[in-house]
Every structure is written in C-alpha cells, then in structure tokens.
C-alpha cells in the first residue's frame, strides 16, 4: 500500500473544483468517469491523499465521504462563525421525530403500526413530518392485508447525519453487555432478528429516490 | 408528545417542572432508572404506583392524558394482578426452566424501545448538516435572468403527486350534457409538456401552469402521467424553492435533444361522464 504512486498535481486540481462546484455528494464512479483520461486507481488514491490535506488545522474544510459520495463540508469547529454569516439558527430534530427516523433506519423497510408498536404511541404526524422533511420516504406497498405502506431513510438523510451509507450507521446497543443469567431470559423474549438489523450493508434498492410506486393509485383514473 | 407542558407553564408563577415524555414507554423507562431499578426485574407493585401518580399529576395539570398512556395503566394493573397468583405447580414441573412470568412482554417493549432511544440519541450525537456542519449552497442551474431567482432544491415524486392532488381538488369539472367519448393519449400529452417547456422563456413551466383552464379531468391525470414518465426518462426535473413555493418543471438536455416518444400507450383513458 505504500507503494509510491505518482498523483498528477492536476488531478487533485480538477478533483478540488468538481467537489467546490457539485451540489451534492459525487459518488466514486462519476469522478473516475469525468476524469477517464487519469487513471482509476490515480482518482482514488488522489482522493485519499486529499483526504488527509483537508485534515491540516489551517484548513476549514473536511473533504468527507456521505451518502454514497465525495463532499466538502465546513469543519465543525467553524460553525458559529457561519451562523452569523448565514443568519440562520441551527435546525433541530424533536425527540420524537429522532426516534421515528431511527426506528426507520435501522428497521426499513418498516410500516407505520409496527413503528407505532415500538414507540408505544401514535407517530403519523411524526412520519408525516419527517417525509416533508425528506428524510423519510414511501418505499412502496406491503403485499398484506391492507396494503400498508412502507417506509426508508432518503440519500438526504445520509447527508444530514454525514453518513457514508446506511452499513455505517452507529451500531445498536445490543444485549452481549449483560451477564450470562439475564442474557439466557432475555434470549428468548427477542423477536426474531428483522433482516435489516445487524448487518447493514450498502442496499442498492435504497439507493435511488424516484422508485416511490404511484402506478396502482393512478391507474384506477 | 408533552412537550406543551413547559410552554404552559412556564408563564405560570407555580412552576411545576415535569420532564418530556414521548409516550407510556418512555415514562416507564424513566421511573425505572429513577428507582435504580433492573429493567429485568421490574417491582411492578411500585413502578405501577408511580405510573399511576404521574398520571394523576398530568390530570391535575389539566393535561390531556392520551388513551396509550391509559391503555398502559391498564396492562402495569393486569399484570401485577398476575404478579399476584400462586405459581402453578402443575406446569412448574413440567417445563423447569420455563417459568411464565407475566412481566415478560412488557420487559421485551422496554428493551426494544430503548434500543431504538440510544440510537436516537447517537444519531443526535454525530455532526449534524447545518447545526455543526454546512455544505456548499445548492447552486442554480439555470440562472439566465439578471435577478436570481431563489434557489431551488430537487423534490421527491412524493411531493409531486400531493401537488397533483391540489391540482383535482381545485378542479372545476365540466359536467357535460351530451355523452362522448374523449380520449387522451399518452403520447399526446407528452408531446404537449414537451411542447410546453421547449417554448417556455426560461426553459421551465411551473407545475399548476401546465393544468390552467384544463376542464377534463382525463387530460389532467394523463397529463401528470405524462410528467412521470418524462421524469422517469430523465427528460425532466422537478424543482421546488422550498416547501410551500411553487414546484418548476425543467427540461434535460434530453428533452430539447433528439427526443421522441415511443409510441407506448398503456394509460389511454376515456373520460367517465355522467348524463
């Protein structure tokens, strides 16, 4: 790995005014296609390296990898400063509207009464605010009675947390941490392991927003 | 879900202060670590005497208590009357190792609940977009005129069809006397917000333009079928300044390229009409 690799200077050039420029994260395969007269694995390690300049104090920008893409974004350490040039105040999550996301994330795709039944209480206005938010969406119909509608998290959602991808959501508090004898009872009171949890790899079926199912609903025109 | 409770009171000369709870869960779970109690090992008698007295307190305050928090009353009663029969002998022999406990459902909640409440409070915990961190400002693609326009943020489909259904509420339908058929193709209604954005001055339409003076509501819903399909192809963006401003339709280079419709045509409808 520490092979010496010879980064054309301007490669990290083009690579800094494409992040400056793009409104949204880029993901890896769009810079190597812009930039198809370097070479793929130069994109790469240029980044990396990139990575590490940004981290210098001097700098008051972190070049950060999220939802699936390569971004600038402030350090934190700088935000009051940009408070008072934005004029704006910090925007805040409530408690319920937190815990609602982080039943969606962790458990999607998930309908609304089973968020209900964990959080003991009603949470469609919650929902509600959270999609017109977009950190929430309608990921289709569940093919039971009723035909609930299940919801996900949004590439926005990523972004607002700084979030690579959903596998590196911040890990659940599991029951290992208890002893033997409490660990043994509580065992068989789990229900059973939803396919989501544990292993949150990258899901390319959560990827894309424009694959919210409005076909049945419009064809009874 | 209380959170009204500090507004109320904090005008009030009598400051009572009642910590937030989100519903009968969260409460519980704080009673609990307030007693230092196990969480597998609830003392129903005095967690449900607690519970109770919060609800009285709530009560006195004038508060509306909600019917889970009741509902949750009632389940912490049922099972402390549980608590309270004599061990079955019988079924103690047959299975030694398990043991009913009555508690058991309600501990499986707790837990699963306040796994999901530590997340919460590690999600919180991260660097948050525009609290700790900003990222450049979304930048305007089309910005031809000399006054900017505000800058717009790209909307889900979502949005869309709630914009759609502002467009049908707002309908004056035409009722009509004389029986017709009318239909309404697909493909011509592409054609028209194909035509609609390409002589448009700025290059977009606003979403409510494209339904203006419509009567029939077939053309409407074809017509939106028509955008979703265009978007689908990625012919066309939506746009949306924020929330409640108007939604903008923009044309994609592909949709001033060598762009045609492909003569699909599953979504021809005939309009309904009642004599």
Redesign the interface.
């Known amino acids: 790995m520490m092979e010496e690799m010879n980064i054309p200077a301007q490669l990290k050039s083009i690579l800094e005014s494409l992040l400056?420029?793009?409104?949204s994260p880029i993901p890896l395969n769009q810079l190597k296609e812009i930039l198809s007269e370097f070479d793929a694995s130069h994109v790469e390690q240029a980044l990396i390296e990139m990575q590490e300049e940004f981290l210098k104090e001097s700098s008051g920008i972190d070049l950060v990898e999220v939802s699936g893409g390569y971004?600038?974004?402030?350090k934190?350490a700088n935000?009051p400063w940009?408070f008072k040039l934005?004029k704006?105040k910090?925007?805040?999550?409530?408690?319920?509207s937190?815990?609602t996301?982080?039943?969606v994330?962790?458990r999607q795709p998930i309908t609304r009464p089973e968020i209900d039944e964990?959080?003991?209480?009603?949470s469609g206005q919650v929902l509600r605010h959270l999609?017109?938010r977009?950190l929430v969406?309608?990921l289709g119909k569940r093919e039971e009675p009723g035909n609930p509608l299940i919801y996900g998290t949004?590439k926005e959602f990523l972004?607002?947390?700084?979030?690579p991808n959903l596998g590196s959501?911040?890990s659940?508090?599991e029951?290992t941490e208890l002893g033997a004898d409490?660990l043994a009872?509580?065992e068989k009171?789990?229900?059973p392991k939803p396919p989501f949890e544990g292993d949150l790899g990258p899901r390319k079926d959560l990827g894309d927003?424009?694959e919210?199912d409005?076909k049945d609903?419009?064809h009874s025109? | 879900m209380f959170s009204e409770m500090h507004q109320e009171t904090e005008h009030n000369p009598y400051f009572v202060r009642l910590d937030v709870f989100e519903g009968p869960l969260d409460l519980l779970l704080h009673l609990i670590k307030q007693n230092e109690m196990d969480i597998y090992n609830i003392q129903i008698a005095l967690i449900t005497e607690q519970y109770l007295k919060y609800l009285e307190m709530m009560k006195e305050l004038n508060l509306d208590i909600a019917g889970e928090f009741l509902l949750m009353a009632a389940t912490l009663a049922h099972i402390k009357s549980q608590m309270l029969l004599p061990p079955d002998t019988q079924s103690q022999e047959d299975s030694e190792e398990e043991e009913f406990d009555p508690r058991e459902e309600l501990i499986r909640r707790l837990l699963e609940y306040q796994k999901y409440k530590d997340a919460a409070e590690k999600l919180l915990a991260r660097p948050l977009l525009y609290r700790d961190i900003f990222i450049r400002e979304h930048l305007l693609r089309m910005a031809k005129k000399e006054e900017a326009p505000r800058e717009l943020m790209e909307i889900s489909v979502f949005k869309l069809v709630e914009a759609f259904h502002r467009i049908i509420a707002e309908l004056t339908l035409q009722v009509p006397y004389e029986v017709q058929l009318e239909s309404v193709t697909l493909g011509e209604c592409i054609n028209f917000v194909v035509r609609a954005i390409r002589t448009s001055e700025e290059g977009s339409v606003r979403f409510q333009d494209l339904f203006k003076g419509e009567r029939s509501r077939s053309r409407v819903i074809v017509t939106f079928l028509a955008l979703l399909d265009l978007i689908k192809q990625g012919a066309l963006r939506v746009f949306q300044a924020d929330t409640y401003s108007d939604i903008q339709l923009i044309g994609t280079p592909l949709l001033y390229g060598e762009w045609r419709y492909d003569g699909r045509d599953e979504y021809t409808s005939t309009t309904e009409i009642d004599s």
């Open positions: 400056l420029v793009s409104s971004q600038f974004r402030t934190v935000s940009i934005n704006t910090p925007q805040r999550l409530s408690r319920a937190l815990e996301l982080a039943i994330a962790y964990i959080r003991g209480v009603d999609l017109e977009n969406r309608i949004t972004v607002f947390f700084g979030l959501l911040p659940l508090r029951y409490s009872k509580i009171l789990l229900p927003d424009s919210v409005v609903s419009s025109a």
